[in-house]
């Protein structure tokens, strides 16, 4: 059996209105600290690939090796895979 490393996130809101991408946000336990799991690969349904949500001021500490780290706020790129967004929106929204 295989496994993987996970992190999770949670879907803070709907859609945005001008890219019609969803919002996440780090999954967090009641302490702050995100919720990390290791998981069987064979439950994997799909990868996904976020994007980071940078504010209107940058962050002058993120570099290429801390950006997600730093960051809270992301957006699930439906542009990545578009059947891949598909499923995930399924899985999002219910339908």
């Known amino acids: 059996m295989f496994f993987a490393y996970v992190h999770r ?19 967090t336990r009641r302490d702050g600290s995100r919720l990390r799991d290791v998981i069987p690969l064979d439950c994997i349904r799909s990868p996904a690939h976020i994007i980071l949500q940078f504010g209107k001021e ?17 957006w699930l790129n439906k542009y990545w895979n578009k059947q891949a967004y598909n499923d995930i929106k399924c899985q999002i929204c219910g339908t």
């Open 9 to 27: 996130f949670n879907v803070s809101s709907g859609a945005d209105f001008a890219s019609g991408l969803h919002s996440l946000k780090w999954a």
């Open 58 to 74: 940058a962050n002058l500490h993120l570099t290429v090796h801390n950006s997600y780290e730093l960051c809270t706020d992301f």
